[in-house]
């Protein structure tokens, strides 16, 4: 048998009629039994995959899903991925990824290929402190189910991420323990997420009477955390050094650049007599537990926030699936962090 290659052919060798076959790409529930059967034999037997991109295209309203992140390469954001495509794949939709890397202009590209693409929904992880395409995005959020997750939109669209009151007051808290005030080591502020841990921490040092302790760092837009920290450590060890003993960095990556700096200066980290600095972070990365020593920090949900998201659009495109959670607050979900408490702190 000649290789099938189009669906006019497969219907032909099945012998069925090319919307009959179309329809059952569409929804195979859609067929009657002993005509889906007929066509699942039928690709079992030739071989035959259809394109599901171009089916997608052709539908009213695609089963295609996008996903815009930052970052293809951070592993938060890949965790994110993997829990979202998995959930997606299993109610039928095709995620479409693509990442923004930090950009507003090509976050702006993205949602536009996404809208050409007619997808159903989108999850997005938005950029900026203010995004520049506030209304833009507002409008399509009138149009098409939008997701935002890691760090919010607004008030009023649908969010998932991280309570980082919760989370830094929970590391702030353990590290004042230990005698000495810990200073804060900043983020650029590339999402709300590094404005509103830096609050936090404030907030939690003057309610156990304490003046929090700020290091000096460039401000930055840079999502290079690990460098921009290696950077900045560097120059404030040649400065003098850091204003205490502890520092708390507002995540892992921040916390892997300042440990570099840390190290090839010969200075030692952990929580023994004989160590100069503990060092703290957030977010629990994968590369967290394995650098040395392992890192103190607070754990965010990844596969939960995965999950919870791609339930709340999918309830958005379908009526019939019903999402309730009992950490939603009006239109947003915060989870709660875990310390996890390592040999750095």
Known sequence: M??????????????????????????????????????????????F?????????????????????????????????????????????????????????????????????????????????QNAHHDKIKALAGNIPIVFIDA???????FVGTNNAQSMTLITDYLTRFGDRPAYFDMPWVTTNGYERRVAYATTMER????PLFIDVDKAETWEFESHAFEQANRN????????????????RIAFGVMAALNQAGLKIGIGPDCDFR????????????IWPPLTTVSQNTTEMGRLAINLLLSKLDSSRVFEDPRMKG??????????????A
């Not at 991925?81 to 095709?94: C, D, M, N, P």
């Not at 040649?238 to 960095?249: H, V």
């Not at 239109?331 to 750095?344: D, G, K, P, T, Y």
């Open 2 to 47: 000649a290789r099938i290659r189009t669906m006019e052919q497969f219907a032909k060798a099945i012998g069925l009629s090319r919307p009959t076959v179309s329809k059952y790409f569409q929804d195979a529930g859609s067929v009657r039994v002993k005509v889906r059967e007929k066509i699942e034999a039928g690709l079992a037997e030739t071989g």
């Open 237 to 252: 060890l040649a400065r003098g050094g850091f204003p205490s003993k502890i520092i708390l960095c507002a995540n892992d």
């Open 279 to 290: 060092v703290a972070g957030h977010d629990n990365q994968p590369f967290s537990e394995y």
């Open 152 to 158: 919010p939109f607004d008030e009023e669209e649908a």
């Open 208 to 211: 156990r009477g304490l003046e």
């Open 331 to 344: 239109h947003h979900i915060l989870l709660n962090a875990e310390l996890v408490l390592r040999a750095s």
């Open 49 to 129: 995959r259809p394109n599901l991109f171009a089916i997608n295209l052709n539908r009213r309203r695609s089963k295609i899903i996008g996903l815009i992140f930052p970052s293809s390469l951070d592993p938060f954001f890949m965790g994110l991925r993997r829990q979202i495509e998995l959930v997606a794949s299993a109610a039928g939709y095709l995620p479409f990824v693509f990442s923004s890397d930090g950009k507003a202009e090509l976050e702006a590209e993205a949602i536009e290929s996404l809208t050409a693409l007619n997808v159903a929904g989108i999850i997005m992880a938005p950029v900026g402190l």
